[in-house]
């Protein structure tokens, strides 16, 4: 019977002995699955978000695209004629959702060169009413930019609206170092951590001839058109809020 | 006694049993699910949903088009070409460097189109394609009358790539290095491709090339290139003239000499150049799908189930990276998941000749395993409205809302 009790009194012991053991840890806590990045296709996070947020497709997001030294952007949204050509700084209204395709031509640091960058428009912004145009969203191209896309690199950067507890001092589009971050990191996660996520710029050497790589290159049929240009509006614009990350 | 020695035997191993099961449960909790495969990194929750990666999503497929939390629904215009690679109409841009003065041309279908385009000039080549180019012009000194005819193996749009040849052009070079291995008899094979992220150590990537005559002997540089990343462009060419001069017998019986067209691009005539040999859309990677379409169907093509109303696709076929059966959409087919578990390639063969492995099994493991979500089977809806006794209702604006009764 003391036999069968010290037993008892084993098993007890060792119950109580695993039950206070750490327990490991089947999943990574605190970690969030990121299936989107820079290199998903292009069209495919903005479809994502856009379906996530439930955006209006009737919102047309003001972006201004500039350009060092000043340019003709043309902005395509699909095959066939330029839905916009204005001059850098160009001052559109698109699509959230939407790709779109820019041609920067006649740039005087760069005679020679023509570029097609695209932009993937993932958000909007919410401004006060009837002043949209005040704030319109910058997609900037760097020196930098074009030179490595004329020496057949490939750009990719992400704008995105800083969280006020994590916004730079500095004027973040005029800083001398841009942030970037190696291709082998998600920079749409480092730029969802810092903020808002507005849009992908991808940016390479690839002008379009005979046949296009593929039916969504021109991009994928947004609306667009010219904003106002409201030089003094451009004086009021606030510094804060938006910014770039960078890779490859 | 048996039956006694037989009970005092059960006496004891009865506790026994409890120690190894206490035993058991010790290491197991102590262990907790990090030794069931090894990494401990990729046992899920009952929570946990995993879906293929997003380049790979397309519809249908786990995780698109179906009710349900987590499930993404389709969008025309954002996902209408995920998991379009291989599509007929996409091309890559390819730019050819390293020659000043190179003359590019390609073989068409009754002949050569030559001097079609010169170095540094790009040209948008159809993808899954071969084609057959022509080098001359060269100026480096002891190479000013070669003419090479390099093969140009065009791959198809792979989702890793696609950012890559939505936006920027394939450099293919040809140096001074490569045309002293053709002369002495080398085949240089040039693969250009995009490294895999994983391998990129430069924070501005972007495409590398593999040479084979850069390689140790034996190293296949295709091979190399796609354990590196994925495989845009392959450039292959040696020393042979593909137009030597030839004669045919005539009906008579005497020779004459062979001929076939030769168009100029010095006099406008840029004819495209003609494919010499297809590519298979999935030449690269795991076999594709195969399940049956159905009554009357062949796998993996679109059937007419109903009378007048059209061909359907392929439904319940999946179209994500791996061959096992991943569950589809749970409303298809016909309201009830794709079934299939297992895929198992066996070659039930006897070949008297040379016998090829007996037995081939293709084990496919993904890792963590899908798991999609469940879908809605109970949806409980409750209302719970105001009431209200008459004169007690009030709006803005009414004498009740501003207090005068």
Known sequence: ?248 | MNVGANNQHLTEGFPMRFKFLALGALTVVSMGCAGLDGSGSSVLKPNDYVNPPAERLARPGPGVDGPGPGVLQYTSHSNSHVGAYGHPAAATQVKFTGQPGMIIGWKVSDGWADDQLFSGSRFDFPQNAVYQLKFTGFSVEGYEGLQLYPTLEVRGTDPNTREYLDHSVVPVEVTEEDLENVAHNNMVTKVIYLPDPKHQSRAIAGVETLISTRLAPGIDPVQQAERMGTIMVVLRFGNKNLEMPTAVMAANGTFQQASHTVYSGKHGQNIPPTPIAMIPAEIHGVPGAMIAAGHGGLPGQPIAPVAGMGMTPPWGMTSVGTPIGLPGPPHLPLGKPAGLQSVTFRDRSHNQISSPVDDLLIDVKRNPPIKTVDPVRHIQYEETHPTHAPGELAHPGSRAAHGLY
């Open chain 1, 1 to 248: 019977m003391a036999d069968r009790f010290s037993q008892l009194l084993t098993l007890v012991a060792l119950f109580v002995t695993a039950s206070l053991l750490p327990v490991p840890v089947c999943a990574q806590q605190g970690t969030f699955h990121q299936p989107l990045n820079q290199r998903t296709p292009p069209g495919l996070s903005a479809g994502w978000l856009t379906h996530i947020r439930g955006h209006q497709s009737s919102w047309l997001q003001p972006v201004r695209i500039q350009v060092p030294g000043g340019a003709e952007v043309s902005v395509y949204s699909g095959p066939g004629e330029p839905a916009a050509i204005a001059t850098s700084p160009a001052r559109v209204a698109v699509n959230p959702g939407h790709t779109y395709r820019l041609r920067l031509a006649h740039m005087p640091e760069f005679p020679d060169a023509e570029l097609y960058p695209s932009i993937e428009i993932l958000d909007r912004l919410h401004p006060p009413a009837g002043k949209e145009h005040k704030y319109p969203v910058p997609v900037p191209f760097s020196r930098d930019d074009i030179r490595l896309a004329l020496a057949g690199r490939l750009v990719t950067r992400v704008i995105y609206l800083e969280q006020p507890q994590l916004a730079q001092q500095l004027d973040p589009l005029n800083r001398e170092i841009p942030q970037t971050v190696l291709p082998s990191e998600n920079v749409l996660q480092e730029a969802d951590r810092l903020g808002r996520p507005m849009i992908i710029i991808r940016l390479g050497a690839r002008r379009p001839l005979q046949i296009q790589s593929s039916s969504m290159f021109f991009g994928t049929g947004g609306a667009a058109q010219l904003s106002v240009n409201d030089e003094s509006a451009q004086q009021r614009f606030p510094r804060i809020s938006k910014t770039a990350m960078r890779t490859r």
